[in-house]
């Protein structure tokens, strides 16, 4: 091995150590900060209580929505199939409507109701969250 | 009429297909055509994209509703200026703007005298085959002048949400900056097949990079201040898939800029600076057209049709593979042997290079994977913005470190205790000032701390090495736009930490006549009305605000309800202070009594503007101060 090839190839592994390191310690980031996306009955299959932050999507159930002051609501999210409870706290987005979709992120409880910490707003009335479509396409009560 | 319209507009397009077809011979070295100057038919390809511009901006003003584009994208109750933005608020109006950017560009380069003829030619060649490749694209897959044969009365409109000064002139400036980018594109693989990557390539790109990336800038800049006071969520940069793809190639485009300063230095790091400029261009188109083809969605997603979105991929592969391969066949010619001195300015841009790459590399890995696990293992998920902030701020901190003590060290080689001895003052004050402000807000956070000290001395350095402090004169050096840029990135970095520790936000409940609490701010709420306007209903709510019996001003949070189409928005309210903003939200009334009004205190945001204005300033200012020195030298 000549001088140059074996300076190259030093160069090439040192940096493809210090690469590998970087995108490892991206990586663990990413996984340490993703947020999955769940209808009721997938949070209800896989019984996604505890403390790790999910998002739960469907349609806003008809006649569900209280509001108890102090911008707390209390909401029921469908996909046709099960229905979960949620509790929020805060300002809802204009075009949050029953019967439209919605995405909220935040915890399921032990006790099978949702504490939501955010509620998604969306810009366009006709716009329905893809991850719901999917959803309820899942569960046969898309309508085109 | 709108026959005769369509026919004049198609052909137009056409002629600036053919002429596209002249102009890209010099590429199959045909040259017995001489008609023609080289910049005159270049001034035919803009005048004939130009003319159908303003038609069908014409169009949308007259209100045409004859054809499809102003139809689906127009109302004759539009004020003009949204029927003018409309113009550019669809896929194909939007597809034509970048056109026009595209051969004027090209037209504009065809004028330029930086560059040998042979240069021109093929420059302007490559140019012209892809805006032959865009037209075609237009005229079979999204032409803007198709026209129905239905008597419509009205359009249907445009999203409200569009509706917005600034977001009429964000999408243009925003485009000048992605596609100034085709233009070194083209001249890098000009670069590449004639093996001249050197001090005069860089010369000649030099003026280029610079207006391109200040365009990137300010359409970044302008969207993110769109975002702040139009969504209400009293945040900046949401780290969506839509804002990722447009910081990508400000990246890239930010690490090509002074590889190019490097490569008129120095003439090292051609290949490098080729690969950037590549890429710059790639993630540019990238980032327009996945956002509008619907892959990436948000409120920036026009249609989705796997036809253009399948048509934008072949050609970004095309444009890849082609250079790419065109990259592995030259880069041994044009590197040329340079021995480095490892503490020389070259290491330190080169190290910071490879700190912008990491950080497009975080954003990366962050846009994308959503998108892999949805197709492979079909699971929805989104990526918190924490992973961001997380992965990114260590690697601000080394960026700050070297973005400092690189035009610190010369082109050749410095001693690092004379710098640090050169930089004592600014030093001591530097850390005196972090230390009293740990002590006084009691920050413990030692990242907070270091980005805190690292930015107030890049702020320092930057403006004394950029000016002269002479006695009574203060002379402005060449290197003025740099020392602009970077000391705007110094408070831009000092605002992002300062807001992001200080943000204050309470929701409340509130009554007409009641008064709210926020830090030392107090909120009188004195009254709700109901308006009628041309295009849209308004609730809007009166608050004023006061500190220590101090008036400040008066709120007015306001709902809209549009009915073309129907949509309701919030429009924010914000009070600017020097020091801070203060900010009011609020809900569409659920009941009659009380209505949901939230309120933001946001320190530092005119602080934050004001650095991304100064960066934006920098790059303008180079290209300027280049110009400049460019023509003393020809003189002399």
């Not at chain 2, 030093?427 to 990242?447: A, K, Q």
Request: hydrophobic share 50%; glycine share 6%; proline share 3%.
């Amino acid at each position: 091995m000549t001088d140059t090839v074996k300076k190259r190839l030093i160069k090439f592994l040192v940096s493809l150590i210090i690469f590998g390191i970087a995108i490892l310690i991206i990586v663990y980031n990413l996984r340490d900060n993703i947020v999955y996306f769940y209808s009721p009955s997938e949070i209800i299959e896989n019984n996604q209580t505890g403390s790790q932050i999910v998002r739960l999507g469907g349609l806003v159930e008809s006649e569900s929505v209280i509001s108890d002051g102090d911008s707390i609501f209390h909401f029921k999210i469908t996909d046709g199939q099960e229905q979960i409870s949620v509790k929020y706290q805060g300002i809802l987005p204009n075009l949050f409507a029953e019967e439209k979709g919605v995405v909220v992120e935040g915890i399921y409880m032990n006790d099978g109701r949702f504490i939501a910490n955010k509620v998604l707003a969306k810009h366009d009335e006709n716009y329905m969250p893809p991850e719901v479509i999917k959803s309820l396409k899942e569960t046969g009560k898309w309508q085109e | 009429m709108s026959l005769a319209i369509n026919y004049i507009a198609n052909s137009l397009l056409i002629l600036c297909l053919v002429t596209s077809i002249i102009q890209s011979r010099f590429l199959f070295r045909i040259q017995n055509y001489n008609l023609l100057s080289l910049s005159q038919i270049s001034a035919i390809q803009f005048l004939s994209i130009l003319v159908s511009f303003v038609i069908l901006i014409f169009l949308f003003i007259t209100s045409d509703f004859n054809f499809d584009l102003v139809y689906f994208h127009s109302h004759s109750e539009k004020p003009l200026i949204y029927k003018l933005s409309g113009v550019w608020g669809n896929h194909e109006g939007s597809m034509l703007l970048w056109i026009l950017i595209l051969v004027l560009f090209n037209f504009l380069f065809s004028l330029s005298r930086s560059s040998s003829q042979k240069f021109k030619e093929i420059t302007v060649a490559v140019q012209s085959l892809m805006i032959f490749g865009f037209v075609l694209f237009l005229l079979v897959l999204s032409n803007p002048f198709n026209i129905n044969n239905e008597n419509f009365n009205d359009g249907l409109g445009l999203n409200p949400i569009l509706q917005d000064p600034l977001l009429a002139i964000h999408p243009p400036i925003l485009y000048i900056g992605y596609v100034g980018f085709s233009l070194i594109f083209s001249l890098s693989i000009t670069g590449l097949l004639t093996s001249e990557v050197d001090k005069k390539w860089a010369t000649i790109a030099k003026p280029w990079v610079f207006a391109a990336w200040s365009f990137l800038t300010a359409g970044i800049a302008l969207g993110s201040y769109w975002a702040y006071y139009e969504l209400g969520w009293g945040g900046y940069w949401f780290w969506d898939p839509v804002e990722n793809a447009s910081l990508m190639p400000w990246l890239s485009a930010t690490a090509l800029i002074h590889c190019v300063v490097v490569l008129q230095r120095k003439n090292t790091m051609q290949s490098w600076t080729m690969v950037l400029a590549i890429l710059t261009f790639s993630l540019s188109l990238a980032g327009t057209f996945l956002v509008r083809s619907g892959v990436l969605n948000s409120v920036h997603t026009f249609a989705s049709d796997p036809g253009r979105g399948l048509f934008i991929l072949i050609f970004l592969f095309i444009i890849l593979s082609s250079s790419f391969l065109l990259f592995a066949l030259k880069s041994e010619k044009i590197d040329k042997p340079f021995s480095h001195n490892i503490s020389s300015r070259n290491t330190g841009i080169m190290v910071n290079n490879w700190l912008l790459i990491s950080i497009l590399i975080v954003v990366f890995l962050g846009t994308m994977y959503p998108l892999a696990t949805d197709l492979l293992y079909n699971q929805s998920l989104t990526v918190g913005p924490q992973y961001y902030a997380m992965s990114i701020t260590p690697i601000i901190i080394l960026f700050l470190f070297f973005m400092i003590l690189s035009p610190q060290l010369s082109w050749g080689e410095s001693k690092l205790l004379k710098i640090l001895n050169e930089m004592r003052y600014i030093l001591v004050s530097c850390l005196t000032i972090t230390f009293l402000t740990t002590l006084y807000y009691d920050l413990f956070n030692i990242t907070e701390i270091l980005i805190i000290l690292l930015s107030l001395i890049l702020i320092m350095s930057s403006l004394s090495s950029g000016l002269n402090f002479k006695s009574t004169k203060v002379i402005v050096k060449s290197n003025f736009g740099q020392s602009m840029a970077h000391a705007g990135f110094g408070i831009f970095m000092l605002a992002v930490v300062s807001n992001a520790v200080y943000s204050q936000e309470k929701i409340y409940d509130a009554k007409v006549g009641s008064k709210l609490q926020l830090d030392e701010y107090i909120f009188d709420f004195k009254n709700i009305e109901q308006e009628e306007k041309v295009n849209f209903n308004s609730i809007k709510a009166y608050l004023s605000l006061s500190k220590s019996g101090k008036d400040l001003g008066e709120f007015t949070p306001e709902i809209r309800f549009y009915s073309d189409p129907p949509t309701i928005t919030s429009e924010t309210s914000i009070i600017h202070q020097f020091f801070s903003d203060v900010y009011v939200v609020m809900n569409v009334p659920q009941n009659q009594e009380s209505i949901s009004l939230r309120l933001h205190i946001k320190p530092f945001m005119n602080i934050l503007w004001l650095g991304v204005v100064m960066i934006i300033l920098g790059g303008i200012i180079t290209v300027i101060l280049n110009r400049n020195n460019y023509r003393e030298n020809e003189i002399n």
